[in-house]
């Protein structure tokens, strides 16, 4: 790449050290290259005038050009307030134009009775239409009707248009950008792609994202921008997959051995589902190959993915290798290693449980036992990725719920052994077609689409605050049934102290509702002491207490099947995925269970929506779709340290689907010709391609949660 492209932004004409810092800080923009790559996110059309009218009508035109005739020009007010107001009208009504400094150069250059275009923010006051600052223009002959004159806005922010880094202002430091470096922007695509798909060059497209000459043009350069960041996306995605492929130094697993087969016969209390084997055969089969496996399960929750999972682990063991399962939560790990306690011993499997609060010596033990291989299969939460665990020989790996932890995590247990293990992600939240594409785009897809038999389907209701009384009244007869009921609230962020008062609150409440000693109510959250914790988790798995109250942790992974009510409270401030995995919680009994969302009792019309498709169905995969298209691509559920993590600057997961399909299948058919891009044609794109990776590294770990 040309040097000039990482020259500090300070030395753009007008931009200066003072601004230059604070570009830096907000918006990260550092080099010239940063900045040429930070693209307007909408645009105006100077072509358009609006008329006053349609000023009046609708307050979400910001930026706008009205053709106004001045009547009458004059200043007014006193000292600070005082300004100069050109009162001006078109055929529709009347607009104050408003300027509070310069008041001498405007008024040598208004002329009263003449006409002209105002452009700029209107905004209604005291019902008068105004416009402040206006920038006005002789209105050209109609003749010479301009194309297009498109203007692009640059996101900002309160603060750093106080520091004068305004749309105006960055409008103009583009064009001095421009100016320096327009002759010195290379082509990243090949010849050939530019030609077969009629793409603008890189040169022009970037001139036109910021200075469109024509609509058409300013489509074109999206068109090309998108398609080549999506491009680079998807190569990186399937190019490292080959790498891996070709690589074929995968842990050979040769035969199914004694533990697999005495859990088979001895300890497996039901038939696995013809999903649950299909997976299995899967995992074989690329436990044979002599290829590392690297492969996403998704299951709807309930459908039985940790037995399938726990199956998978003793092909390792049999073959001579260790496993490790990492999950989420505490609790989670912990719910793990209890259920398959029993079995472990049954089989003569050891069985290690490591977790952020696992003690010193016990640790030391775990660290012993793992070293010397006595220890067969590990669970645990984050610790199980600390550099200090350190394996014998680690041959399989799981992944549960991965969606908590980044692709970077992900690729940190590789590095614990030194062959890479084979690796196992599985998740309940469905996840859109393209979104896997991108995220999951180097693994393999395994799914479990059918439930254990004789689940019966979840019945949905939602209710508003105001109907609490009788949704009491519901639990309470569900509780003379002999069920049990969640009451979940949200914790949207861990830390956040709110949270754990509504809880603390909800608990007290529905306590007064459901008084002991008739009714045992327990209270379950992350601020709690694990043995209280335990405590809690323990009465009502045991059937002691007749109510959880909880947090949102508890979403992924408990299992209490006489659980059939699952009430959830601000279900207004959910994403659809979370919901879903919510409501996941029951249904796992032979009795009819049921979902209770409630919320506020003013919703938003999103919020409605919501609620609506829950209460509509019971599909992961159509809910996930709805959620995508509701909060768009950054908001969804789980999906957003990996969504920065691609960082995406003008194309849109979600937006732009039907490109990134298209632009997959491009991506497919370059590398099935040239697996590793090592062409000489595809020099550009093999270039392009490692650089975005080695830009992945410089992530900052700490950020990943
Ligand atoms: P998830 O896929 O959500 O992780 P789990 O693995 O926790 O689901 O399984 C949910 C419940 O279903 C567990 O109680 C498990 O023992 C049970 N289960 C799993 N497979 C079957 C099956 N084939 N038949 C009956 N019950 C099953
Ligand atoms: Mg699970």
């Known amino acids: 790449m040309d040097k000039i492209f990482l020259s500090d932004i300070k030395y753009i004409p007008g931009i200066g050290e003072k601004r230059a810092a604070m570009i830096k800080r907000e918006l990260e923009i550092f080099t010239y290259g940063d900045l040429l790559n930070f693209y307007p996110y909408r645009y105006i059309d100077r072509t358009r005038v609006y008329t006053v009218q349609e000023a009046m009508r609708d307050d979400s035109l910001s930026l706008i050009q009205l053709r106004v005739r001045i009547e009458k020009v004059g200043a007014v007010g006193e000292g600070a307030k005082r300004r100069f107001v050109a009162v001006a009208r078109d055929a529709t009504g009347y607009v104050d134009l408003v300027w509070f400094n310069a008041l001498k150069w405007i008024i040598d250059k208004i002329e009263v009775g003449r006409e002209y275009i105002a452009f700029g923010k209107s905004v209604i006051f005291n019902g008068v239409l105004s416009m402040v600052h206006p920038e006005l223009d002789i209105p050209l002959a109609e003749s010479s009707k301009r194309v297009s004159y498109m203007y692009g806005i640059y996101s900002s922010t309160e603060k750093l248009n106080r520091a004068g880094v305004t749309t105006r202002n960055m409008t103009k430091w583009m064009g001095a950008l421009l100016g320096l470096v327009s002759d010195r922007i290379e082509e990243t695509l090949p010849e050939y792609l530019i030609k077969r798909f009629d793409l603008l060059s890189r040169r022009e497209a970037l001139v036109n994202i910021h200075f469109p000459a024509s609509t058409e043009l300013l489509s074109r350069a999206q068109y090309r921008l998108k398609f080549e960041e999506l491009l680079l996306l998807q190569l990186s995605i399937l190019r490292q997959r080959n790498v891996r492929v070709t690589r074929g130094c995968g842990i050979v697993f040769t035969n199914v051995g004694e533990k697999f087969n005495r859990f088979y016969n001895e300890c497996l209390e039901f038939d696995l589902t013809e999903a649950q084997k299909r997976v299995i055969r899967e995992v074989r089969k690329d436990t044979r190959s002599g290829r590392q496996m690297n492969r996403l399960l998704q299951g709807d929750v309930g459908s039985g993915k940790t037995v399938v999972g726990f199956m998978c682990m003793l092909l390792a063991v ?145 209710f508003f605050d105001s109907r609490r009384l009788q949704v009491f009244g519901f639990l309470r007869d569900q509780i003379e049934r002999g069920r049990q009921v969640y009451v979940v609230y949200p914790l949207i962020k861990e830390s956040e102290n709110m949270d754990y008062k509504n809880v603390e609150d909800g608990y007290e409440s529905i306590v007064r509702a459901f008084p002991p000693p008739r009714y045992v109510t327990v209270i379950v959250h992350g601020k709690m002491k694990p043995q209280d914790k335990d405590f809690g988790m323990n009465m009502f798995k045991n059937g002691h207490a007749h109510i959880m109250v909880a947090t949102s942790v508890i979403e992924v992974g408990v ?39 409630m919320t506020g009792d003013k919703l938003s019309a999103d919020g409605r929506k919501r609620m609506e498709a829950m209460v509509r169905t019971t599909d992961g995969f159509e809910l996930s779709e709805l959620d995508l298209k509701l909060r768009g691509y950054g908001d969804l559920e789980g999906t957003q340290q990996s969504g920065n993590m691609l960082d995406l600057k003008i194309a849109s997961i979600g937006k732009d689907n039907d490109l990134l399909q298209f632009v997959r299948g491009v991506a497919e058919a370059i590398l099935e010709e040239d697996e590793l891009l090592e062409s000489e044609k595809n020099s550009l794109l093999l270039e392009a391609v490692k650089s975005s990776q080695s830009k992945d590294k410089t992530i900052d770990l700490s950020r990943i949660s």
């Open 318 to 462: 049999d073959n001579g290798y260790q496993a490790a399962m990492m999950a989420p939560t505490e609790i989670l790990a912990t719910q793990h290693y209890e259920s398959l306690r029993q079995q472990c011993e049954t089989i003569g499997v050891k069985l290690a449980l490591l977790t952020g609060s696992t003690k010193k010596r016990e640790r030391k033990m775990i660290d012993e036992g793992l070293r010397s291989g006595e220890i067969n299969i590990l669970i645990g939460t984050h610790a199980l990725i600390e550099d200090s665990v350190q394996f014998a020989n680690l041959g399989f790996v799981i992944i549960d719920e991965q969606h908590r932890f980044g692709v970077i995590q992900r690729s940190r247990l590789w590095t614990k052994s030194s062959v890479e293990p084979h690796v196992l992600v599985m998740t309940a939240t469905p996840i859109p077609r393209t979104l896997a594409m991108t995220i999951y785009g180097d693994l393999d897809v395994s799914v479990i689409d059918e439930l254990p038999p004789g689940r019966k389907p979840v019945k949905t209701m939602h």
């Open 559 to 597: 299992n209490v099947p006489n659980a059939s009510v699952m009430v959830i409270e601000s279900a207004e401030r959910f994403g659809l995925s979370q919901l879903h995995q919510l409501r996941g919680r029951v249904g796992r009994g032979a009795e009819q269970s049921y979902c209770i969302l």
